[in-house]
């Protein structure tokens, strides 16, 4: 237990959003589903909101409770692989980079984020996209059970054959149900190995809006090992970009490869065809250090602002939308250094396989995500950051149908309404009442319990 005053105190209330600076009045760090079921018995005697930290990456930062009781699952960290099953039972509080590195060395994996200090809890309870979902699901697809401490502090098993209802809700539905002490999770054979093209356009340029219409195209047949990719930002002075590309806007269409490389050097072949580029990187590597190679440029430390769409289809208008980088028409000088970071993600494959009712994860039918997102470390520069990113998701709203539920960064319930079907929402708050009837667990994005029908 680490009150205000400890000299970990600090340490433990720190998460990955650095715009957030929240104080609890108790944090309890736990290393046992006992132990979480004895802090939410003591949050609810003394009357103390309850957060649930497990990596701390919730750009929002709900995790961190103001006054009140956080529970910290990092101590319970451990992941056990069995090899001869196919398995392996992570502890609430595991990182992403935990789970790869003990899969590896077997050539297993299991469909997990794109940052290796991400927690495995937050991710897969909100859906948890991955460059193997393609071909094995998204990440909530491929748990096989959960052990979840409920609002009443009872300990539970959740399966397809045990609390049917509630696995249901924990694939997709957040921490609205109660805390995720363990997941045991499909494993699924790997190569191990992983290739990365990008294709690099000037956006301003024709080529760029050709090259993109091109891609979007290859979406709907592309191969399952590839998930295909369009990033923007501003450049800086990799040595493969020509000196007119460096430190200015770019735009890329690209793909990430899970498999046999032979295959993805064909496929490369292929996917030039789209358009003649300014540049191009080509990357081959180790699955495990793909999962991490973004570690560095998502570093803690700094402040964070997301948004973003699902899109079912891409339009040439939407491409277009997408090309503006949120810049006004109207023009004016804009430092680049300023704007937001994105881009899309494709979907399909095995992610589009489970049916929409079979989980609380809704938007199975997407063909895209997009993602826009600002970092940066100066406070005084918060207002310019966000507007920035959002002017650039309100550029592509007209052609959007819904959101992710982990990429939300404003409180509220319009984002929730956004990220899940009516249907779905409605069995969402039934199972509420079910297993959290008084709301306990609503610093997540909530999901209210239905109200009770009075005869």
Known sequence: MVEPGHPEYDTHREIWNAMVDRRPALIARCTSADDVAAAIRHAR??????????GGHGVLGLCVPDGGLMIDLSPMGEVRVDPARRRARVGGGALLRSLDQATEPHGLATTAGNVSHTGVGGLTLGGG??????????????????TVVTADGEILRASSAENSDLFWGLRGGGGNFGVVTEFEFRLHPTTGRALIADLYFDPSEPAARSALRAWRDRLHGAPRPATLTSDMMTAGDAPFLPESLRGRPVVTAGFAWIGEMADARRYLDEFREI??????????????????????????????YSAGHYLTEL?????????????????GTIDPSML?????????????EVGDTESAFSHRETLVEFFAGSTWADAAEDEARMSGARAWAAALEPYSSGTYVNVIADAGDEGVGRAYHAAQLERLAEIKRTYDPDNVFHLNQNIRPAATVVE
Not at 46 to 54: D, F, N, T, Y
Not at 316 to 325: F, P
């Open 315 to 331: 339009s040439d208008e939407a491409i277009d939308a997408y090309l503006t980088r949120g810049i006004p028409s109207s023009g």
């Open 275 to 304: 358009g003649a580029a300014a540049a191009e990187s080509v990357d081959e590597m180790r699955y495990i250090d793909l999962q991490s190679s973004g570690d560095d440029r998502h570093h803690h430390g700094l402040r964070r």
């Open 45 to 54: 005697e003394a009357g103390l909101e309850i957060g649930v930290r497990s």
């Open 129 to 146: 996209m991955g460059w193997l979902a393609r071909q094995f699901g998204l990440a909530c697809d491929n748990v096989e059970t959960y």
């Open 340 to 352: 937001p970071g994105g881009g899309f993600q494709g979907y399909g494959g095995a992610i589009a």
